[in-house]
Structures are given as structure tokens and as C-alpha cells.
């Protein structure tokens, strides 16, 4: 879906109104029939021969993603991969609002990235405890992920994006979102194998 | 697999010698069958009670994503998320090897990160060409991707790693495996949602 969602924004900009789910399969190198079952998921009709109107399709998967109102978001570690979630664009235009952003180390405690002041990790209780947002996004070493964890759901945090190894044990009614980046190194290991 | 891969190699560092899939399971938070079934895809046979060896398992593993020996690579893009890649010890660790790593900012050409040189991409034809690596992890701009993905084809490259959100055309007997950080976002969405 984020990938249609890319595919029409841009047409969008360029001024193209419709499109056909064949021009979206030829976009995405994936067959035609993918792109119908896809986004026949989204509830949207297209009209023969028009195509689906980009303006209504964009709505539809945004509704059918829950990307139609800002989702506020804490980011924790603000490394060279904190830096690339809050420098990245796409994130920001899907909805993705984060309002704080934590660290443990002195030397970026204060500075600022892409402008997020980054506080102190120790005084995340009493930061989030007033505003508690939807999301923590959490991009620390694996060795602290689960501790963390423990903290932000004692805080109340449902959602967390996970892009540490580890695999958190969390409670019942607590969603963890785990990002797997070796997962794509391990399809090339079976593509270049085979 | 990765995931499975992670938790052994720590297994192992801490001197355990066997596993059973409901341990594994248990760690993943998924279900034992879903467990015996992916540890099945590798061949390897466990025994009963005893569980599987995790010296064993490791290799088969390793062995079944095609991570028995390095797989060398060249870096284009040395922003925040090239840079968390260059030091993302798991990829280390698990055979990614980068050889070279290229940008077109000045201010980044010349220095280092992670203990990589950062090479003018002006110069990419003339150093891949002589030494050319197996996979190309693309970590640039959603606008500069296919451009670079042409050039990189017409090296020679056979597989990609696109970290770019377009989706790039390239001829057949080319792979190339696409990373949607957002897909995790959307999950996260309709999670959220529901």
C-alpha cells in the first residue's frame, strides 16, 4: 500500500487524475491482477475504461491504512538510524508526527536533529507522562530494547515500531510492529544462492 | 530466518548447546507450529526431547539464506541511512561485506564513516570496474535511484538492495529486492485503527 500510495502522490503532483490498475502493475513490476485484488481491499470502484480517480484512491488507501490523521510518535535512539526515520520525508507525509525524541548520550543530549531537540533519556517518564503519544518508534542497541520496552508500556504506549533484533515480550494489548532490515539481506542470500 | 539466527548466535555466545522449537517460539511470540515449519524449510532434523543442536542449526540456516560466505557490496549514499547500514554490526556479521561506498556531496567525499572512505560517485565506473562487487545497496534519493540503478546495470550489477521508495525498472536477470520502511508504518496503521 505505501508503495501505490508513493506511485499516486507523485502522478498526482504531476496533474494525472486517473490511472489503470495495469499502469500501477507495470509501475510495481507485479501482475495485474496483485494491483486489482489489492485494491479492491480498499473498497474503491474503478470505471471502465477511466481507471480509478487518483484524488479518491489516495483516500482510500490512506483510510484503509489509518494514514488519514497524524499518528504523534516518540522516536528513542537517535543514531544514525533515528537520524534517517526523522530526516525521512515520506514518513512525515504519511501522517507520522514525532513529537519527542531520546537519547542516553551526553553528546546529543541538547542538539538537535532535523529540529528535534534530543532529551535525556532519563527524563522520558516525566516528558511522556504529560503528553503521551501514540507510537514509540524505538531504534536502540538490542541489548537495551526490552528495558526500554518495559518503561514505555508502563507509561501506557500500545504501539511500538521495533527496529532493534531483539523480539520484546510485551503484555497482552500491546502491539509491536517489528522492522526485520536483515530480512531483506536474507531474500538477496537466497536469490544469489539459487 | 534472521530472527531465528539472531536469538542462536546469542545462544550460543551464552554456551547453550541445544533448543527446541517451543523455545524459539516462545522468543518469537509466534506459534511452536509456525516455528517447526520454517526450521523444517532448512533440512535439518531435530531429535526428540533433546531438541535441535544450535551449533547445527546455525549452519542450516545460515546455509538456506545463502549466508555461508560474504557477500561483497557497494554502498551508494552515505546519508543517515547508509551510515546506520555501514554500522549496523548484525549486517557485519552476517556476511555483508561493503567494499566501497559512494555519495555525491563534497562535504562527505573523502571521510570516513564506520571506517569506510566515502567515494566521489563520479568515480563509481572506474573503481567497480575493476573489482565488482555482488550487490549494490541503494540508499539515495526517491529521485536519483533509477538513474544510479541504470548505471549500476550497465556495470554489470546483478542484485539490488533498494532502500529508495521507487520502484526501479531493470532487465530481466537483474533482482532487485526492495526495503518499504513504510510497510511497517501501515501495518502499524491499520493495527492502530482496528
Known sequence: MPSYLHKLLKMRMEGRTHISSSELADYMSIEWIVVRRDIALTGIKGQRRVGYNINELIQYIREYIGWTK?????????????????????FRRYGLQIESVFDCDTDKIGKEIHGHEIYDIATIRTRLKINLPKIAVLCVSNSSAQLIADQLVSLGIKFIWNFASTCLKVPPGVVVQREVLAGGLAMLGVKIKN
Open 70 to 90: 497524524p499518528m504523534t510518535a516518540t522516536l528513542i535512539g537517535a543514531g544514525a538510524l533515528g537520524s534517517a526515520i526523522l530526516g525521512h520525508d515520506d
